[in-house]
């Protein structure tokens, strides 16, 4: 297959990091020591040598830029300080800034000043959004909504939704099909018979219950290389307590609103303290908050490889997972007083708002891979199977 070179290549990725691959020598040192190499012998210096030559869809294609966990252990041995770790941490950002037509997780990466205007923006939309479908029954309203129609609020929010979904979805499905057709992946293999159906639920099984939810790999390899910290502040802990509090809060939220739809509890009321779906909620904020608060202050003092260099991006993500897990706290403290203040209404259309943003920015943010990378894993899990068949 003819290959396409593309010389803007590694200047446009630089755009997204800092690190220089141009004084990689090949010497194949961060291959050696790289954790998560195994069977593969040229990862990562191989998309080092795409960026290097601009083989910008063969890099595009490369579900490793995935399974890396940016240990930083590449870029500490590396002879010619040429930072491969930075280097895959700015190639994932290329990446998603790739497969998004919309060029909004472009704007979020390259120009930080004016993605934080947007996700602002976003957040006052989807805040009167909430407003007006949740807003005080009793007449009352902001003067806002003298001069712009409470049909057009909610006719753009949903608008907005809709098209942010719909971007994310397409970013999804345009990385599968890139790695599907560098893997020799097609429906047939994946779908065709009962045997390669068995294959298909083995590889998900695997890259969604095994690797993205249990981090197996993560906490055995990447541990070992983590310079000494007290447990509570390890980085595969502090990412888990993340990603599950994240998870558990996404799960008590549909729930509510499940026991709500079910006629259980009346829309929009709080079930008791001790509910399990209050307490998963409870819980997993708490998770939440403390896994952002320690990767926060581990960012703050350059703790260890891996968060010595910080771009804008990563501090947006961090401040909208936080303030989502903070302001559920307030909420919930406000629901439970003797008597509802009135700050609590406010605060649950902080708390909406924040969380939605989060959700539907989630493709275009370093969040994405939260997608991405269950689907590369899938691919992973996927291909000695295909080998051997
Ligand atoms: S260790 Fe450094 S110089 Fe050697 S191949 Fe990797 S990036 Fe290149
Ligand atoms: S940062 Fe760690 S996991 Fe990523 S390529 Fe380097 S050594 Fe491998």
Known sequence: MAVTVDPTLLPELRRYGAFDVAACFNCGNCTA?????????????????????????ELLASKELWTCYYCGECSETCPR???????M????????????????????????????????????????????DHGPQDGATLALFQFIPAEWIHTIGVAVMIVVGLAGLAGLATMARRLARSEGVGWGTVLGSRAALKRSVAALWSAIGVESIGQTRYRRDCQTYQEPVVWYRRRWLLHA??????????GATIADYGLDLLGIKATGTPVPIWYPVRLLGTVSGAMLVFGVSMLILNRLQKANRSVRKSQPADWTLLALLWLTGV????????????????????????????????VLLAPFMKLAHVLYRPVALFFFALRPATDAG
């Open 33 to 57: 020591v790289c954790p998560m190499t195994d069977d593969d012998a040229t990862f990562p210096r191989r998309i080092i040598r795409y960026a290097q030559v601009g083989m910008k869809s």
């Open 327 to 358: 302001s559920g706290f307030v909420l919930e403290l406000a629901l439970y007083l003797p008597q509802a203040p009135g700050w609590g209404y406010w605060v649950f259309l902080f708390h909406v708002a924040v969380a939605m943003e989060l």
């Open 241 to 250: 307590l993340t990603m599950w509090g994240f998870l558990g809060l996404f």
């Open 89 to 132: 941490a700015a190639a994932r950002r290329f990446a998603i800034a790739s497969y998004d037509r919309t060029r909004l997780a472009r704007t979020m990466y390259l120009q930080p000043l004016l993605g934080t205007a947007i996700a602002v923006m976003l957040a006052i939309v989807f805040a009167m959004f909430m407003y007006v």
């Open 81 to 87: 300080q040429a930072e491969p770790g930075e280097f």
